[in-house]
Nanobody
């Protein structure tokens, strides 16, 4: 089993920054991948970014490239999402997810482990 706990959400003005954290416990190992998804009110859950635990390879949805950075701290078993240049369209509940395996999987159904989510609100 894998447990994920997110933190770091909040209210920020457009153009501002936030850093989300996802602390993992349980059976996370080098052959896992971690991802961030988001879901805005009335919309489907959307893939944001993913990172492979073993080699830190990353992949992003086009709408956040150049603004968001996913990273990890092996010693803390924690994945981060640094969000810069935030826009009102980034407003959503952001959730951390984990799965066994490599590669950039962008569909939420491929991730069996999820955190509870953290709200990010960007005001205009």
């Amino acid at each position: 089993q894998v447990q994920l706990v997110e933190s770091g959400g909040g209210l920020v003005q457009a153009g501002g920054s936030l850093r989300l954290s996802c602390a993992a416990s349980g059976r996370i190992s080098w052959d896992y991948s971690m991802a961030w998804f988001r879901q805005a009110p009335g919309k489907e859950r959307e893939f944001v970014a993913t990172i492979t635990w073993s080699d830190s390879s990353t992949y992003y949805v086009d709408s956040v490239k150049g603004r968001f950075t996913i990273s990890k701290d092996n010693a803390k078993n924690t994945v981060y999402l640094q969000m810069n240049g935030l826009k009102p369209d980034d407003t959503a509940v952001y959730s951390c997810a984990a799965r066994y395996g490599y590669g950039a999987r962008t569909t939420s159904s491929g991730y069996p482990y999820w955190g509870q989510g953290t709200q990010v609100t960007v005001s205009s």
